[in-house]
């Protein structure tokens, strides 16, 4: 579960913040993300990062998206985290010794749950930078991701690991249904074109 970090020094592309209720909500993500993938090098091997543990329902956001993620059995990125096989803090680390062995210098998407205010609950958040896990939480950890996309899936600053456990489900699985699907279409897009871009030039 990480800390809301909408703003970066030197961020080029400005972060969105989105109700899940907004109509064209699935637009402007993947319009969003398209924007960032803008940065990815070709060839450059795409690798997502959903932390999180199945053991909390506010801190599920993550595997949900994973597992979500490994049924569409796309080549088109790498994925770490799911309901079966979480990354949370206990192997974070690790999981990020293992990609940085298995891939050279990975443009990696990391996805997490967090807590906000009131008015930001069920918000989805697309974010140039590295997600900061553990931070809501006061724990330490390496930060991950060259973007990450967060679900504020409740309210903050006080007894967070109480509120994690007392979340609802039923916006947990919206915020990760929507996630998903932005992420897939996105990048089945951005390689669509990179593919079409690559045939032009030859």
């Known amino acids: ?96 010794d293992l990609i940085h062995s298995r891939f050279v210098d990975p443009y990696i998407i990391s996805i997490d749950a967090c807590l906000g205010q009131t008015s930001s609950v069920g918000s989805i958040q697309v974010v140039q930078g590295p997600l900061r896990p553990g931070a809501g939480v006061n724990k330490e950890l390496p930060p991950v991701g060259d973007i990450h996309l967060t679900g504020i899936v409740n309210v903050g600053g006080f007894m967070e690991y109480f509120v994690l456990q007392n979340t609802r489900l039923s916006l947990v699985m919206r915020l990760s249904e929507i996630i998903s699907n932005c992420l897939y279409t996105a990048i089945k897009e951005w390689t669509r074109g990179s593919i079409s871009l690559a045939r032009r030039e030859l």
């Not at 803008?38 to 329902?57: E, H």
């Open 1 to 96: 579960m990480s800390q809301i970090q909408p703003t970066f020094p030197g961020q080029e592309i400005p972060y969105l913040k989105i109700p899940h209720t907004e109509p064209g909500i699935h637009s402007a993500i993947i319009h969003r993300l398209l924007l960032h993938f803008g940065q990815v090098a070709p060839g450059q091997d795409i690798v997502i990062i959903c932390i999180g543990t199945d053991r909390s329902t506010g801190d599920c956001l993550g595997p949900l998206v994973g597992s979500a993620l490994a049924k569409y059995h796309s080549s088109n990125f790498h994925l770490y985290g799911t309901l079966e096989e979480p990354v949370h803090a206990m192997n974070l680390k690790e999981t990020l």
